[in-house]
């Protein structure tokens, strides 16, 4: 199991994944994530990714990203929604507080 981090990048190299940016590019970050997602599990077939935000309303966020592509999402990957009370398939409807992807193949 892989966990999935992304952030901005600060002057001492690090990574911040609580910084707000506000600069508009919160489509491209996403679709350098579904990037990112195809050409790691090309590698590493068997891998799980693990999605939460460093917040809820990130988490939520992602949720919102998540369902808007969920059929393309479906096609190549199964996803899973973490509740309280454990891991299920991915419905639209429900509230998650994290998210597991793996490639089909």
Known sequence: MYN?????K???GDYDDTVISN?????KVLATVAA?????????????IH???STKSRTRLYQIGI??????IREDFEILGETEIGWEEFESNRNYNAFLIKRKF
């Open 4 to 8: 999935l981090g992304f952030g901005d």
């Open 10 to 12: 600060l002057p001492s």
């Open 23 to 27: 600069n508009g590019d919160g489509k």
């Open 36 to 48: 990112t997602l195809y050409t790691f599990t090309n590698k590493y077939k068997e891998a799980m």
């Open 51 to 53: 999605i939460e935000g």
């Open 67 to 72: 369902t808007k592509y969920l059929d393309t």
